[in-house]
C-alpha cells in the first residue's frame, strides 16, 4: 500500500495549500510588509520601519476601538451564553419528565426554529432591519410605540453611553440562536440516566442545571466563548451599517475593523491600516491561545 | 525516507506538523512573488504615451485612433450624459478612436487595482461616497496636468483659451499648490434650503440678519414645524459648511485661505468662534435631537413632507430629491445670513464653487485623449447638453444661456448673480479627508449639544496641527 502514497497525498493536498497559500497565507504577510510602509494604494510603497506602529501608540481613536473590544470580549460571550444556555435549558430539559425522559417546554420545537432565525439572515440585513427598529422618531420600531404612549424617545443609537450597548445587544440577538442549537445538541448527548439520579437525589431544576449540565457541558462552552470572542474582535458589518456617523457619536461605538477601513478607504492610508490590522492579528490570537490555556480543565467522560 | 511511518495511524500530529512548516517554506518564495505584484507601482511599468500631430483642430496633439477608456460615476447625475453627449462629441471629432464606456457606483473598488498595477483608465469621474483621494492622487503624481488643456483654444471660438470660457474660480477649484489637476464640472451654490410654498402659505420670508433668522426659526417652531435641521448620521459636513461659511461672512474670506492652508490657530479665529457659538445656539434651541441618528435621505424627505422648515444643503438637492418632492413645493435658496452689522462680507455672499471633479490618468495609454475628452466637454455644445440631460449647470459660461432651470437652481442661480464678486470657496475637505471627519464629529457634537463652540474650535485644531505635523501626508497650499 506504500508504493504511491506520496503523490496521492500530495496530489490531494496540493489546491487546497496553494489556495489557503494565495488567499490567507500571502494577504497575511503583505499586510505585515505593507505596515511598515507609507504605501497609499496607488504608487510604489516607500519603507518606513516602525513609523505607523509609533503613530498608532498616539492615535486616541485606536485606542478607544482597542477598549470596545475589551467591553464586546466581556459583554458578548457572557450575555450571549447566558442567554443561550438558558433558552436550551428550556428547550431540551425544562419541561415535564415523561415516561422518565425529560422533556423541553411546550412547543419547544417551534422556539428553536424561531430562534435560529436571525442566523439565516445576512449580517447587513439585520443591520438595517435594526436601524428601522432603534429609528430615534415615530417611524421607528421601538420608539414608534413609547411616542404613542406619551414617552420621549430613547435615542438609542446617539447617546454615547448607549450606543454600544445598543450594538451589543444587536450582536447578541444574532447570536443566540446559533448558540442555542449549538448546546442544545450538547445537552442532547447528555445522557437522562444522569438527570434521572439526580432527580430521585432530591435536586431541584436549578440544582440540575449547574451540578449537571454545566460540568458536562464544559467543553461545548469553551468553544463558544472563543467563537464569541473572535466574533467580538470583528464587528464591521453591524457597526458600519447601523452606528451613527460609522463609529460614531464621536468613536462612542468604532472598533479596529471601522478604523481600518476609514484609514485605508477613506484616508488612502494603506500603510497604517495595514499597521492596525496587523496590532488585530495579534489580539486575536492572544486572546484565542489565553482562552484555550484559561479554560483548560479535565472534561467528564460518560 | 527512513523515518517514514509504517501506518497511517504513526503518522503523529507532530510530524504533519513538521511537514507543514515545510510546506510553508517551499511557498515562501511564492509568497514573496505575489508581495510583489499586489503594491509593485507603476514605477517599473513604463508606457509610452501615445501622440499625434498638433493642428488647429487638434490643438492637444491626440493620437487620433488611440483607444479612450472613460469611467463614469453614475451617482446623481447618471451616466447618460457621457454617452449620449461628450462621447459622440469626441468620437465626431475623431472618429477612429474607439470608446470605452465603464460606469461605476464605487469609484475605489473599480479603479484603486487598475492604479496599483499601472494600468488606469484615461478619463475618471472620481465621485461619490467612494471617490478616491484626490491628494493622494496628487501626491503620487498620478494626475495629468492640466494646464495644457486650459491655456489651448476653445472648441467654438479658436481666439478663446478654454480657460477663459469658464466660470472664474474653476481653474482654481481643482488646483494642488498651484498646480490644475482636476476638472470640476458643475456649478455648485451652497445655501439653506426651503420651500417657495411654504414659506408662501406662512407668510414667511427668508432672513438677512441674524435677528430674522432667529425670529423666523421662532415662527416655524409655533407652527409645529422643525425649524431647521441635518442629517447627522452620515452628512454633518452639510452643517460644518454652514458654519464655515458664516465664519467667512463675518471675519471675510482670509479666514478659510488659514484654514486650508492648516495656519496655526486657524480654526481658533474669532471669526470661526463666534459662528460655531451662533449655530450652537441654533442647535440647542431649533434642531430635532433624533437627526443626529438619521440619514440625508430622510432628512430631506421630511423638508418634502413639511415637517422640517430649512436645510443646508448644495443646489443638486433639487434634483436629488425629484421623485420625493410634491407637485408645487417650490426648493428655494437662502445665503446664510449674516451675524452683525459689522460682517466683512454682506448678506448675500455665497460659497459656491465647481463641483463633481474630472481627472485623466498621467499614466496611462493615451492622456491627450483624456485631454481634449475635457476640452469637448467645456465646449458649448457639451455644456448645454449636459445641463439639458441632469438640470444642472455647467461651469461653462454660455453653456447654460436660455435654459430654463427648475425654481431650485434657478434660485440658487439668481443668488450667486446676486452676490457678484462676494463669491467664495474652501478646500480642507478635498485636501484632508482627515480634517474632514475630524469637523463631521465635531459638529454633531456642538450642533447636539454636547460640546461648546469653544471645544468645537479647539479639538478641530488639535487634529489640523496633527496633520500639519503628519510627514506622511501630502499638504497643499492656495
Known sequence: MRHGKYPFVIGFLFAPVTLYVVFVIAPYAQAFQISMTNWRGLSAPQWVGFDNYRRLLDDGRFWQAVQHHGVLLLALPLITIAIALFFAFLLNVGGRSVGGQRQGVRGSKFYRVVFFFPQVLAVAIIAVLFQMVYRPNESGLINGVLMKLGLDPVLFLIRPNLALWSIIAVLVWQAVGFYVVLFSAGMASIPGEIYEAAEMDGASKVMLFFRVTLPLLWDTLQVAWVYLGIAAFDAFAIVAVLSVDSGGPDGATTVLAVEIYRNAFVYSKYGYASAMGVALFFLTLTFAALTLRLTKRESVEY | ?478
Open chain 2, 1 to 478: 525516507m527512513s523515518n517514514t511511518p509504517e501506518t497511517p495511524a504513526a503518522l503523529s500530529r507532530r510530524t504533519l506538523l513538521g511537514r507543514t512548516a515545510a510546506a510553508g517554506l517551499l511557498a515562501t518564495p511564492v509568497v514573496s512573488l505575489l508581495g510583489a505584484c499586489a503594491t509593485s507601482g507603476s514605477d517599473e511599468t513604463t508606457t509610452k504615451a501615445e501622440e499625434g500631430t498638433k493642428s488647429a483642430a487638434n490643438p492637444l496633439g491626440v493620437a487620433e485612433d488611440a483607444p479612450l477608456e472613460v469611467v463614469i460615476f453614475n451617482g446623481g447625475y447618471g451616466e447618460k450624459y457621457a454617452t449620449d453627449v461628450h462621447e459622440p462629441l469626441y468620437k465626431k471629432a475623431f472618429p477612429k478612436a474607439e470608446i470605452k464606456h465603464q460606469s461605476t457606483q464605487a469609484v475605489s473598488t473599480v479603479l484603486q487595482p487598475r492604479f496599483a498595477s499601472g494600468n488606469p483608465p484615461e478619463f475618471v469621474n472620481n465621485s461619490g461616497e467612494k471617490l478616491i483621494d484626490f491628494g493622494s492622487l496628487v501626491a503620487d503624481g498620478q494626475l495629468m496636468d492640466l494646464t495644457e488643456l486650459w491655456d489651448a483654444p476653445s472648441v467654438d471660438d479658436p481666439n478663446k483659451k478654454v480657460r477663459d470660457t469658464v466660470v472664474p474660480g474653476t481653474v482654481e477649484a481643482g488646483s494642488f499648490n498651484g498646480k490644475p489637476y482636476v476638472l470640476y464640472y458643475v456649478s455648485t451654490v451652497f445655501g439653506i434650503w426651503y420651500s417657495g410654498k411654504l414659506f408662501k402659505e406662512n407668510g414667511w420670508a427668508p432672513a438677512k440678519t441674524w435677528s430674522e433668522f432667529t425670529a423666523l426659526l421662532d415662527g416655524i417652531k409655533s407652527k409645529g414645524i422643525t425649524p431647521y435641521g441635518y442629517a447627522g448620521a452620515n452628512a454633518a459636513y452639510y452643517q460644518w459648511n454652514v458654519i464655515l461659511t458664516h465664519a467667512a461672512k463675518i471675519g471675510g474670506t482670509d479666514v478659510l485661505k488659514n484654514i486650508d492652508n492648516l495656519e496655526d490657530g486657524a480654526w481658533q479665529q474669532d471669526a470661526v468662534k463666534q459662528a460655531a457659538q451662533a449655530w450652537e445656539e441654533i442647535g440647542a434651541k431649533y434642531v430635532d435631537k433624533s437627526f443626529e441618528g438619521l440619514k440625508h435621505t430622510d432628512v430631506q424627505l421630511r423638508q418634502n413632507q413639511y415637517k422640517l422648515a430649512l436645510y443646508p444643503s448644495g443646489d443638486w438637492l433639487e434634483g436629488e430629491q425629484k421623485k420625493d418632492t410634491p407637485a408645487g413645493f417650490e426648493y428655494q435658496l437662502m445665503p446664510v445670513p449674516s451675524l452683525t452689522g459689522s460682517d466683512k462680507l454682506p448678506a448675500t455672499a455665497v460659497r459656491a464653487t465647481a463641483g463633481e471633479g474630472y481627472f485623466v490618468s498621467a499614466k496611462s495609454k493615451n492622456p491627450r485623449g483624456g485631454l481634449e475628452y475635457m476640452r469637448q466637454m467645456l465646449s458649448v455644445a457639451g455644456a448645454k447638453g449636459f445641463t439639458e440631460v441632469v438640470k444642472a449647470p455647467t461651469v461653462v459660461t454660455a453653456g447654460s444661456a436660455g435654459f430654463a432651470f427648475p425654481p431650485g437652481v434657478a434660485s440658487s442661480q439668481a443668488a450667486l448673480a446676486a452676490a457678484g464678486k462676494d463669491v467664495f470657496n474652501l478646500y480642507f475637505d478635498g485636501w484632508y479627508k482627515e480634517l474632514d471627519t475630524e469637523a463631521r464629529t465635531a459638529t454633531n457634537e456642538l450642533m447636539f449639544g454636547r460640546i461648546k463652540a469653544d471645544a468645537f474650535v479647539e479639538r478641530i485644531q488639535k487634529r489640523a496641527d496633527a496633520i500639519k505635523k503628519d510627514s506622511s501626508v501630502a499638504k497643499f497650499t492656495r
